[in-house]
């Protein structure tokens, strides 16, 4: 990727980026990309604490807040719909003001949610103000859809899956987190005590935008395409791997943010007891999404992803079956397996995106840098767009839940909802991707094995 422009003033600017360039990439490119992805992965990671915040909040709302579980299934899913939607400004935010710049401005913007939790969390405050603070938490949200756009940016095609996992796990782990400094500020002061914990993370922010501006770098040749935006808007692969990521990072967001609030209101768990568990099935998530994306890079992401949905189901059958007999260790172990499985499919998901497009320029006679500029260009204006739908599956899953417990007091209706979805996933991402011999594979090595694509 070579910049033809005039250089830009007023911040660290690199005008010239050619990751697939073997030997740039030996000699200044690798560097440059791995120090960049270490504090893409820092502010990503404050950034999920923040959008998820709502998950540990409502530990701390008891009687004495007058909200029942129906309405903090709502705070969560605003929290949820809110992060979603931002993830499509902040896509094209990296082109326009650079990526450095905007991680910078993207990080101190996380102060507005925790400040004003802050202020506002204490029994007493109208359920509205609460919306309105678990909204402005959505910004966190956010910050994903840009790390990735940037990251994206940085890496070779060869080296995305690995990349990109390892700052969206990275960036996970934010949610584990703030749950596990829940758990500690509920084990030590008390579940009365919500404003130890948001105190705590204002200084993170701030320590994450100061790395970021005095670390970080700017890629000038990385624009914002008009075109490819329309181009991949108009691609049915763009809309397909949006409804799979539903699936994957849509059940892992949805699944964090409801876990203590579903184990509370089904089994009685109190405040400590449920945030002693919650933080365990994110944490396994977040930590083998670059094992997703790895095996991807090896194996070929449909193949994986295939693999997880169908391995998905099996868990959510054991999820419904325990939750049909009450048995609490059956579902945690069911539980955690989804969680487990999800971040495999948030891995080799996002790997299929660059793959995907890099193999419809090789069907259409590209090659080389060719194929791969083409394959950037279609990918980063899609992931957004990916990002912000799949976001909403979250949103979907604390909404069925919300009308799951308050239709019958129990998430076991919401459950057998969640295991036709991942089986209409199998068929989809069987049939457009690993079918044979009417459709071609798309193996997301990048490597197009046959000379048209999949019709979709």
């Known amino acids: 990727m070579t910049s033809t422009t005039a250089p830009r003033r007023g911040g660290r600017w690199i005008e010239q980026w050619d990751p697939e360039d073997e030997t740039f990439w030996k000699e200044t490119g690798e560097r440059t990309a791995r120090r960049n992805l270490v504090y893409s992965v820092l502010s990503e990671h404050i950034g999920f604490s923040i959008w998820s915040l709502w998950s540990v909040m409502v530990l701390f709302m008891g009687p004495e807040y007058g909200i029942d579980p129906a309405a903090k299934f709502f705070l969560i899913a605003t929290a949820t719909v809110v992060g979603a939607l931002v993830r499509v400004p902040y896509t094209f935010a990296v082109a326009r003001f650079g990526g450095r710049n905007w991680t910078v401005f993207s990080a101190l913007m996380l102060l507005a949610p925790t400040v004003a939790a802050l202020v506002v969390m204490e029994p007493g405050t109208s359920y509205g103000t609460f919306l309105l603070v678990a909204a402005l938490t959505g910004v966190g949200g956010g910050n994903f859809a840009s790390s990735m756009t940037n990251i994206n940016a940085f890496f070779p095609l060869r080296k995305k899956g690995w990349a990109l996992g390892l700052n969206a796990g990275g ?9 596990l400094a829940g758990l500690l500020v509920i084990a030590t002061a008390g579940a009365t005590h919500p404003r130890l914990l948001l105190a705590a993370y204002i200084p993170l922010i701030v320590i994450a935008a100061v790395l970021a501006a005095a670390r970080m770098d700017n890629l000038a040749p990385v624009r914002n395409d008009t075109g490819a935006v329309r181009e991949s808007l108009k691609d049915a692969h763009t809309w397909i791997m949006a409804f799979l990521y539903i699936g994957t990072f849509g ?18 768990r109190t405040p400590l007891q449920a945030a002693s568990l919650t933080f365990i099935g994110p944490l396994l998530g977040s ?18 992803t295939l693999g997880t949905f169908v391995a998905m189901a099996a868990a959510t059958g054991v999820v419904v079956f325990a939750s049909e007999r009450s048995s609490l260790p059956v579902f945690l172990v069911g539980f955690v397996a989804l969680f487990v499985l999800s971040g495999l499919g948030n891995g080799s998901t996002y790997k299929m995106i660059p793959g995907i497009f890099q193999a419809k ?7 080389g840098e060719t194929a791969a500029a083409y394959g950037r260009r279609l990918s980063g204006a899609a992931m957004g767009l990916i990002g912000a739908v799949g976001a909403l599956g ?5 909404l069925v839940f919300r009308e799951a417990f308050l239709t019958s007091g129990s998430g076991t209706a919401a459950f057998v909802t969640f295991l036709a ?7 989809v991402t069987w049939a457009v991707y690993l079918r044979r011999p009417a459709a071609a594979v ?3 090595t990048g490597v197009e094995t046959k000379p048209q694509l999949t019709s979709v």
């Open 287 to 304: 930590l083998i999404r670059p094992v997703g994306g790895a095996l991807a890079d090896r194996f070929g992401g449909a193949r994986i």
């Open 442 to 444: 798309i193996q997301t």
């Open 361 to 367: 320029a090789l069907a259409r006679g590209m090659s």
């Open 251 to 268: 059940s892992f967001i949805g699944y964090s943010f409801a876990f203590g609030l579903v184990l509370q209101t089904q089994f009685g």
């Open 171 to 179: 960036g996970n782990i934010g949610v584990p987190v703030v749950q």
């Open 394 to 398: 979250g949103l979907g899953i604390n």
């Open 421 to 427: 979805f991942y089986a209409v996933c199998c068929a």
